[in-house]
């Protein structure tokens, strides 16, 4: 699989932008090589990261968890608190979560920043220990609320940091593969959840230990990464060379990290670190990536995903499929599109599998269209209701699920990535949470039909977005991407 993308990974010329991203490469005006190095060395292990993103991803499987653990253990928590049968406690278990999240995020690019991606994990891990406890041990709702809250702040500080720090650790031929493992963490998540949750509606008291398993992986992951490399992006844009050459060889080898080094200093400065004002993200050259970067979030939760798995049990419950069931068919299905997505990223590209993915969306949003219509009866509906929204969760899983975020940490550049990425996030949770609040409310008012439509609409918008805006990434590396990305000042 990786002997494919050689061509990609040996070809990088110090060449114009342009040409850099459209493949063009030609001897650079010095007339040699800097790939020179890398040709002599080989292409850098695949190997050798591969233990460093896999920790980080458990933060990634700590998100999927916490998503999807409420869904069967909601019931019996509300039985045993004391408030079953209050549509307004139920949602706020829910949407303290989301809330947690929010603040999480805004507050992500600053950690991962002043205390480097290592630390942010760790800092990511507490507030998850602590949240699954408190939560574990509740006995009102105002307990369970402050458990939920704290644990959105580390799902909220989790995934943009696993985003970064995985982008920057990966050899550029296999950093799409890579960054698919946070998307499939997610499922399994998502899926752990699932199972470990089953007993919950025969078993008394089952969701507080639903909760204590959950700091488990949270401990595992603050202790892990006490033992893996920190990213020399980082700490050469701190000034720590020493510590970035060590980290650079414990990730790609001794051979390589000449060249490593040299490309971080296309874009990176070493000698100096500029405090990023929260302005500049929005004037400037700046400008351009951040709103990239929101917009496909933003497009990402207005196509309905959310909405989807958070209610997609309705749809298999009028179709005669008990709950759990449907849980785990919309967990697999999701899941193995994620697989399939890891395999065909750095073979199709980023652009390409977003394409595919959005138009596949909106067309599994026009099955769901004719089955809420009263054109069709009997199993025809049913079908094209169950099939549209497995098909819908399928397309998602393809390319935007895993793409997004993967993307934001290639085009966002080097001196704003952490904070412009926890602009981005923070856009991302605020939809999703009125996405959640509202979705209820306007399929009273509105019906399927339109509301489907809407989000097919979404899906439509998103396609031709990504067609005028989003630029080819792979087999680039992030200093490549980032002189292609952004104006010469």
Same mark, same amino acid.
């Given at each position: 699989?990786?002997?494919?993308?050689?061509?990609?990974y040996?070809?990088?010329?110090?060449?114009?932008?342009?040409?850099?991203?459209?493949?063009?490469?030609?001897e650079?005006?010095?007339?040699?090589?800097?790939?020179g190095?890398?040709?002599?060395?080989?292409?850098?292990?695949?190997?050798?990261?591969?233990p460093?993103?896999l920790?980080a991803t458990?933060?990634s499987?700590?998100?999927?968890?916490?998503?999807g653990i409420v869904?069967?253990?909601?019931?019996s928590?509300s039985?045993?608190?004391?408030?079953?049968?209050?549509t307004?406690?139920?949602?706020?278990?829910?949407?303290?979560?989301?809330?947690g999240?929010?603040?999480?995020?805004?507050?992500?690019?600053?950690?991962?920043?002043?205390?480097?991606?290592?630390?942010?994990?760790?800092?990511?891990?507490l507030?998850?220990?602590?949240?699954a406890?408190?939560?574990? %041990?509740?006995? %009102?709702?105002r307990?369970?609320?402050?458990?939920?809250?704290?644990?959105?702040?580390?799902?909220?500080?989790? $995934? $943009?940091v696993?985003?970064?720090y995985?982008?920057? @650790?990966?050899?550029?031929?296999?950093r799409?593969?890579?960054?698919?493992?946070?998307?499939?963490?997610?499922c399994l998540?998502?899926?752990?959840?699932?199972?470990v949750?089953? $007993?919950?509606?025969?078993?008394?008291?089952?969701?507080?230990?639903?909760?204590?398993?959950?700091?488990?992986?949270a401990?595992?992951?603050?202790? +892990?990464m006490?033992?893996c490399a920190?990213?020399?992006?980082?700490l050469?844009k701190?000034?720590?060379?020493?510590?970035?050459e060590?980290?650079?060889?414990r +990730?790609?080898?001794?051979s390589?990290?000449?060249?490593?080094?040299?490309?971080?200093?296309?874009?990176?400065?070493?000698?100096e670190?500029d405090t990023?004002?929260?302005?500049?993200?929005?004037?400037?050259?700046?400008?351009? @990536?951040?709103?990239?970067?929101?917009?496909?979030l933003?497009?990402?939760?207005?196509?309905?995903?959310?909405?989807?798995?958070?209610?997609s049990?309705?749809v298999f419950?009028?179709?005669?499929?008990?709950?759990?069931?449907?849980n785990?068919?919309?967990?697999?299905?999701n899941?193995?599109?994620?697989?399939?997505?890891?395999?065909?990223?750095?073979?199709?590209?980023?652009?390409?599998?977003?394409?595919w993915s959005?138009?596949?969306?909106?067309?599994?949003?026009?099955?769901?269209v004719?089955?809420?219509?009263?054109?069709?009866?009997?199993?025809v509906?049913?079908?094209?209701?169950?099939?549209?929204?497995?098909?819908?969760?399928?397309t998602?899983?393809?390319?935007?699920?895993?793409?997004?975020?993967? +993307?934001?940490?290639?085009?966002?550049p080097a001196?704003?990535?952490?904070k412009?990425?926890? @602009?981005?996030?923070?856009v991302?949770?605020?939809?999703n949470f009125? @996405?959640?609040?509202?979705? +209820?409310?306007?399929?009273?008012?509105l019906?399927?039909?339109?509301?489907?439509?809407?989000?097919? %609409?979404?899906?439509?918008v998103?396609?031709v977005?990504?067609?005028?805006?989003?630029?080819?990434?792979?087999?680039? %590396?992030?200093q490549?991407?980032e002189?292609?990305?952004l104006?010469?000042?």
């Open positions: 699989m990786w002997g494919r993308q050689r061509n990609l040996s070809t990088y010329k110090r060449i114009s932008s342009k040409e850099r991203l459209n493949g063009n490469a030609s650079d005006s010095l007339g040699r090589s800097p790939s190095v890398l040709k002599e060395a080989g292409l850098p292990s695949w190997k050798r990261p591969l460093h993103v920790v458990l933060s499987f700590l998100f999927g968890y916490h998503l869904n069967d253990t909601l019931e928590i039985l045993d608190l004391s408030f079953r049968g209050s307004l406690a139920e949602g706020l278990v829910v949407s303290a979560c989301l809330g999240a929010f603040i999480g995020s805004l507050f992500s690019g600053w950690t991962a920043d002043g205390v480097g991606r290592r630390r942010a994990f760790q800092l990511c891990a507030p998850m220990i602590i949240g406890s408190v939560s574990a %041990t509740a006995t %009102t709702l307990g369970m609320l402050l458990g939920r809250l704290f644990v959105g702040m580390g799902m909220g500080l989790g $995934p $943009p696993a985003a970064l995985v982008a920057e @650790v990966s050899p550029a031929f296999v799409g593969t890579y960054g698919s493992c946070t998307q499939i963490a997610t998540g998502l899926m752990a959840s699932f199972f949750g089953i $007993p919950s509606k025969e078993v008394m008291g089952w969701w507080r230990v639903c909760f204590w398993v959950s700091a488990l992986p401990a595992l992951l603050a202790i +892990l006490e033992f920190e990213s020399p992006h980082w050469f701190r000034g720590r060379m020493a510590e970035a060590e980290n650079t060889e +990730l790609f080898g001794a390589h990290v000449k060249y490593a080094m040299a490309e971080l200093t296309k874009s990176d400065r070493g000698d670190v990023v004002k929260f302005s500049d993200l929005f004037i400037g050259r700046h400008v351009r @990536v951040v709103f990239l970067g929101s917009t496909l933003a497009l990402q939760q207005l196509s309905g995903i959310n909405a989807v798995f958070y209610f049990s309705t419950t009028s179709a005669g499929v008990p709950s759990d069931i449907a785990i068919c919309v967990g697999i299905v899941l193995s599109g994620s697989i399939i997505a890891m395999v065909l990223m750095d073979k199709m590209g980023r652009k390409g599998l977003l394409l959005f138009s596949g969306m909106a067309i599994s949003m026009g099955f769901q004719i089955g809420a219509s009263s054109l069709l009866s009997g199993s509906v049913l079908y094209l209701s169950v099939g549209g929204m497995l098909l819908f969760v399928l998602f899983s393809l390319g935007a699920g895993p793409v997004p975020s993967l +993307l934001l940490s290639e085009i966002l001196r704003i990535r952490e412009a990425m926890a @602009v981005c996030m923070a991302h949770w605020v939809i009125f @996405v959640g609040l509202l979705f +209820l409310r306007l399929l009273e008012q019906g399927p039909q339109i509301l489907y439509a809407a989000f097919g %609409t979404f899906c439509f998103a396609v977005f990504v067609r005028k805006n989003i630029v080819e990434t792979k087999g680039k %590396t992030l490549e991407i002189m292609a990305f104006p010469a000042d």
